[in-house]
C-alpha cells in the first residue's frame, strides 16, 4: 500500500511555518497550544518569525531588548496555554502562559493560530513547542492559510476556534474572578472569527474534486477519533485498509483497544489490510529486530475472517531524528485520507476509554482522481521497508517517556492556586495579585522564580484572613513571571505563571525607560528602524559602571540651550510623529504605543517638559505639538482600527497635554500667549 520513498518531497521546515507571507501586513496577535514547553523556542524562535524582528536574542544585546519590546506591546494577544506539568519558566510578560487544567487527561494538542491584518494561518502539528519538537524530531505538520481569495474551509477554522475556547476554559478554576489573560485569548479568538469571514469557503464541497479537510478533536465531552472519521469518511464504500505511524501505544496487553476499533472501521466483507509503521533496532548479533510496539497490534486482528492481514514495516528515518509524527492513512479504491496531528495510537490519544486527552488532527481526504493532490498526500507518508522473513521479531514497547502522561517529577500547581497577575494602580505603584480557590496545602510558600528565599508564605495569607484575592505591593524593577511553589511533602516545586492585568501595567525596560528629548527626536526621525536608531544612540552615550545604564536625561545630556538651538530637529520630530500616527493601527494595544509608549506622544511631551529651560519654552513647543495632532489623518486597512477610533484617542491626548500648558506663565510674553491661544482655539474646532 505505502511504498518506500526516497524523495524529499513533502519536508520542510515548522519554524518556517511562523514566517508571514509578503502580504501578510502587520502582525495582530497569535495563540497556541502545546503539552511539552520551551519559553526561550516559543519567545525567540517562534515568535520573533511571527513579527519578523531583525535583531537577535543572542547578539544584538539592547537592539533585541527595543525592538522586542516594541513589537510585542503592539499585539492584540500573544499566549502560550500548555498543559499544567510543564507550564513554567521564566520568559517575558509581555505574552500569556496559560496552565491548562483538565480533571482527566491531559492537553496533548498541538495547534497554533497566527493572525496578521491580511492573513490568517493554522499549524497543527505534532511536534510539542520545544527545541526537539522543532529541531530534532520527525515531526509531521500541516497549514491552512486564509486570506482574500483563499479556499481554506472556513468550518475547520470554526471547529479549531472552538476546540481552543474549550481548552482555555480548562485554566479557570475560580468563577468568582474574571481572569484577564483568558479574557484576552478569547477576544482575539473572537477577531479571528469576525475578519475571516470572506477569507475562505463557508460551504462544504459535494465533489472531491478538490480536496477535503477534516478537523478531528478528542477530548471530554467529545467523540473518539474513529467515529468522527466514520461519520465524516465519503459515501464511497468503507476503507478497506489502513496504515498507522506512531511512537507511543497503550501498554501491553490482551488486548489492543485502538487497534480493535481500527478494524471496526475497516470494510466487513473482502480483502482488508492493516499496517502499521514502527521504530525498530537490530538486536546485535543475531538475525532479530526489536520492534518498538507492543504485540497486541497482531492479535488484534480478525481471527476468523478470511482474506485478512497485518503488515509491519520498518520506518527509515534520517539518523539522529526520533520518531514523534503520528499519522493514520485510511484508503479504498477511490479515495485516500491522511490524518496527522497530536493523536498517538493509543486509548488517551484517540478518544478511548474514560480518560480522554485534548487532542487536535487535521484528515486530508483526496479523490484518486486528483493525481497531484494524491502525490501530495503520499510525500507527506513517512518511508520505510519490508522488514525481511528470516528476520525475527521481538516485541519491546518504548517505555513511555512523558508524552502522553504527566512526567512523575513534575510537580502539579494545586487548584487552590488560581491565578497570578502583575498590575499596576492609579498612583503608578505596581502590585501582584493572587487568586485562591478553596484551602491550599498546609505550610505552603511562593518564592520569586528559582529565589530561596520565600516571598509569601500561609502565614502571612493567613494574616490577612485568607482572602480570596491577595494583593501585594511589588517593589523591585523588573516583574517576576513566575513563583515557585512548595509545601512540605510537595517533593520539589510546582509553578505558578504570572501574567499581566493589562499591556500598559509592565514597567518599561531600562533601555526605554526616561529617555531624553534627544534620544527621541532621533529615533523618531531617524531613517533607521527604531530598535536599530535607539542602539546606535545608546552605543554612544558614556559607558557607566554599574549592570543598567544611566538614563536620567539630566544627568546623561547636557542640555544648555538644548531647545532653542534644535527647533528645527524638534519640528523634523513633529512631522515624522505625526506620520507614525496616520499609518493604519491593527490594534488597541498599537494604538496606545504610538500614543503612550516609551516612545510615543505622551513620552515626547514629558521630555519636552522636562528639558525645556523655560515655561515659555515649554509652553510653545507643546503647544507645537498639539498643532501636530490635530493635522493627523488617520489611515485605515482591512483589519485595522477606524479613524473615528483613533482621532477619538488623539483628541483624548491632546486634551491631557493641553492642561501642563498655562497662559499665565506666558504673560511676559503677550505674542508666545496670544499664539498659543490662538492655535489651541484651532485645535478644538
Not at 226 to 234: A, D, E, I, M, S
Not at 236 to 252: E, L, Q, Y
Not at 338 to 364: D, Q
Not at 394 to 418: N, S, Y
Request: hydrophobic share 40%.
Amino acid at each position: 500500500m505505502r511504498k518506500k520513498r526516497n524523495e524529499k518531497q513533502g519536508y520542510s521546515k515548522i519554524l518556517d511555518a511562523w514566517v508571514p507571507s509578503d502580504d501578510a501586513g502587520d502582525p495582530v496577535g497569535c495563540v497556541a497550544t502545546s503539552f511539552t514547553f520551551s519559553p526561550i523556542l516559543f519567545e525567540e524562535e517562534c515568535l520573533s518569525r511571527f513579527l519578523q524582528l531583525q535583531s537577535d536574542a543572542g547578539e544584538d544585546g539592547p537592539a533585541y531588548l527595543i525592538e522586542r519590546e516594541e513589537k510585542f506591546s503592539q499585539l492584540m494577544c500573544a499566549a502560550a496555554l500548555i498543559d499544567q506539568h510543564h507550564a513554567r519558566g521564566v520568559r517575558s510578560l509581555r505574552w500569556d502562559m496559560l496552565p491548562a487544567r483538565p480533571k482527566h487527561g491531559i492537553l496533548h494538542a498541538k495547534v497554533s493560530l497566527l493572525l496578521w491584518s491580511r492573513h490568517a494561518r493554522l499549524i497543527v502539528a505534532s511536534a510539542n513547542l520545544t527545541e526537539d519538537g522543532y529541531r530534532r524530531n520527525q515531526e509531521i505538520f500541516g497549514v491552512l492559510d486564509y486570506f482574500d481569495g483563499s479556499t481554506m474551509p472556513l468550518m475547520a477554522l470554526d471547529d479549531i476556534l472552538d476546540f481552543l475556547r474549550e481548552a482555555a476554559r480548562t485554566t479557570v478554576i475560580s468563577d468568582h474572578h474574571t481572569n484577564p489573560s483568558v479574557q484576552r485569548w478569547e477576544a482575539f479568538l473572537d477577531r479571528v472569527a469576525k475578519v475571516t469571514r470572506t477569507w475562505g469557503v463557508s460551504e462544504v464541497p459535494r465533489s472531491l474534486s478538490n480536496p477535503r479537510i477534516i478537523v478531528v478533536t478528542t477530548g471530554p465531552g467529545r467523540e473518539s477519533v474513529f467515529n468522527t472519521l466514520r461519520k465524516q469518511w465519503p459515501r464511497t464504500g468503507p476503507p478497506r485498509s489502513a496504515a498507522v505511524v506512531s511512537p507511543f501505544f497503550d501498554p501491553p496487553s490482551p488486548v489492543n483497544a485502538p487497534a480493535c476499533e481500527l478494524w471496526e472501521l475497516l470494510r466487513k466483507r473482502g480483502d482488508a489490510c492493516l499496517e502499521f509503521y514502527l521504530t525498530a533496532e537490530d538486536v546485535p548479533g543475531e538475525k532479530a529486530v526489536f520492534l518498538h510496539a507492543p504485540e497486541s497490534l497482531m492479535t488484534a486482528m480478525p481471527a476468523s475472517r478470511p482474506g485478512v492481514e497485518t503488515d509491519i514495516w520498518r520506518l527509515v528515518l534520517e539518523e539522529g531524528r526520533p520518531l514523534h509524527a503520528k499519522c493514520l492513512w485510511l484508503e479504498n479504491d477511490s479515495i485516500s485520507l491522511l490524518m496527522m496531528g497530536s493523536s498517538n495510537f493509543t486509548s488517551a490519544g484517540l478518544g478511548l476509554g474514560e480518560t480522554k486527552n485534548l487532542e487536535i488532527n487535521l484528515a486530508y481526504v483526496v479523490s484518486h482522481h486528483n493525481r497531484d493532490a494524491l502525490k501530495a498526500l503520499n510525500s507527506a507518508w513517512l518511508p520505510g521497508e519490508i522488514i525481511p522473513d528470516d528476520i525475527e521479531w521481538r516485541w519491546q514497547p518504548r517505555i513511555d517517556e512523558g508524552e502522553d502522561c504527566a512526567h512523575a517529577f513534575l510537580v502539579a500547581l494545586p487548584t487552590a492556586f488560581c491565578e497570578a497577575n502583575f498590575g499596576r494602580d492609579e498612583r503608578h505603584r505596581y502590585f501582584l495579585e493572587f487568586t485562591f480557590s478553596g484551602a491550599p496545602p498546609m505550610g505552603w510558600m511562593l518564592h520569586v522564580e528559582d529565589e530561596r528565599e520565600a516571598f509569601l508564605t500561609e502565614d502571612d495569607w493567613n494574616a490577612r484572613g485568607r482572602p480570596e484575592l491577595f494583593r501585594i505591593s511589588w517593589e523591585r524593577e523588573r516583574a517576576p513571571s513566575g513563583f515557585s511553589v512548595s509545601w512540605p511533602g510537595s517533593n520539589g516545586y510546582a509553578w505558578w505563571p504570572v501574567n499581566v492585568l493589562n499591556a500598559s501595567a509592565l514597567p518599561p525596560p531600562a533601555e526605554l525607560k526616561d529617555l531624553p528629548l534627544e534620544a527621541l527626536i532621533e529615533s523618531l526621525t531617524s531613517a533607521r528602524p527604531l530598535h536599530q536608531a535607539l542602539a546606535r544612540w545608546l552605543g554612544r552615550q558614556p559607558k557607566q559602571t554599574g549592570a543598567a545604564p544611566l538614563l536620567d536625561p539630566h544627568k546623561r545630556v547636557n542640555t544648555s540651550g538644548f531647545l532653542l538651538q534644535r527647533t528645527r530637529r524638534v519640528s523634523d520630530a513633529l512631522r515624522a510623529m505625526r506620520l507614525r500616527l496616520e499609518r493604519p493601527a491593527v490594534s488597541e494595544q498599537a494604538l496606545n504605543w504610538r500614543l503612550r509608549g516609551p516612545i510615543g506622544v505622551l513620552a515626547l511631551a514629558q521630555a519636552i517638559g522636562k528639558e525645556a529651560h523655560s515655561d515659555e519654552e515649554r509652553c510653545f513647543l507643546l503647544t507645537e505639538l498639539c498643532l501636530e495632532l490635530t493635522r493627523v489623518k488617520p489611515q485605515t486597512a482591512p483589519g485595522s482600527l477606524s479613524t473615528k477610533r483613533v482621532r477619538a484617542a488623539l483628541i483624548e491626548l491632546r486634551k491631557e497635554i493641553r492642561v501642563t500648558i498655562s497662559l499665565e506663565e506666558l504673560a511676559r510674553l503677550p505674542m508666545l500667549a496670544a499664539y498659543v491661544q490662538e492655535a489651541f482655539e484651532e485645535a478644538s474646532k
